[in-house]
């Protein structure tokens, strides 16, 4: 009930490519998704978060879409970057003032020139 | 730009000693947490605190206690290191007071027991 599964594990796109990362949940009281991109030797910074009222968010290249009736969220980067390679973690908690976030298992991406 | 500092980049201990790790942020955040990061499991939550001198038990305590005398200091003290504990420990702290809800890393200790 607690978990937030993530897809794929790890990830290889050509630079301009849209990666594509998937999170789902099961249980229907999270109501705040946000995203974490971690860089190696940094700890993870927040990306961007959307609450389940709206079925999309954008903040520059980065993209959550969100799918209430089937418990899943994805995290879009249009026009990758090399510089966009690192690990990314999707996140649920029961409201966004609630202390404990789950965190999916992450994505290592990778962009390649 | 709020600071989330974290006493050792790398640590290595021994079987059965006591390890303390210490977690300091800068902006008067009122929630503090730990978390243990391992390879293909994400980010497990420790412990967290509310406030000072308060804490709270997250998904994974065995093993760990947890220490908040003062507002910017959040430590995590295991009694006994194992070699189960070898690991990659994130600090954050957040304030929800500042209408924010978002959390703030450190950059991390990773800890290996011998």
């Known amino acids: 009930q607690q978990q937030v599964k993530q897809s794929p594990q790890s990830l290889i796109v050509q630079k301009g490519g849209i990666p594509i990362i998937n999170c789902a949940y099961e249980?229907?009281?999270?109501?705040?998704f946000p995203w974490y991109q971690q860089f190696p030797g940094k700890g993870p910074a927040l990306l961007i978060a959307?609450?389940?009222?709206?079925s999309e968010k954008k903040e520059g290249r980065f993209t959550i879409s969100f799918n209430k009736s089937a418990k899943q969220f994805s995290l879009h980067i249009m026009d990758s970057q090399p510089g966009d390679s690192a690990t990314y973690f999707c996140a649920a908690s029961m409201g966004a003032g609630s202390y404990q976030l789950t965190f999916g298992k992450g994505t290592k991406l990778s962009v390649i020139p | 730009d709020v600071k989330v500092t974290q006493s050792s980049r790398y640590l290595v201990k021994r079987t059965g000693e006591k390890v303390f790790l210490e977690c300091v942020q800068d902006m008067d955040h009122e929630n503090m947490f730990w978390y243990r990061q391992d390879p293909g499991l994400g980010l497990r939550l420790i412990y967290f605190?509310?406030?000072?001198?308060?804490?709270e038990k997250g998904d994974i305590p065995e093993g760990y206690s947890v220490s908040r005398e003062k507002k910017e200091r959040f430590s995590l003290i295991l009694e006994s290191a194992s070699t189960n504990q070898t690991s990659m420990y994130l600090c954050?702290?957040?304030?929800?007071?500042?209408?924010?809800?978002?959390?703030?890393f450190g950059p991390g200790t990773r800890l290996t027991v011998t």
């Open positions: 959307i609450r389940p009222d709206v």
């Open positions: 249980n229907t009281a999270f109501d705040y």
């Open positions: 954050a702290s957040r304030s929800p007071l500042s209408g924010s809800y978002e959390q703030y």
């Open positions: 605190s509310y406030d000072v001198k308060m804490k």
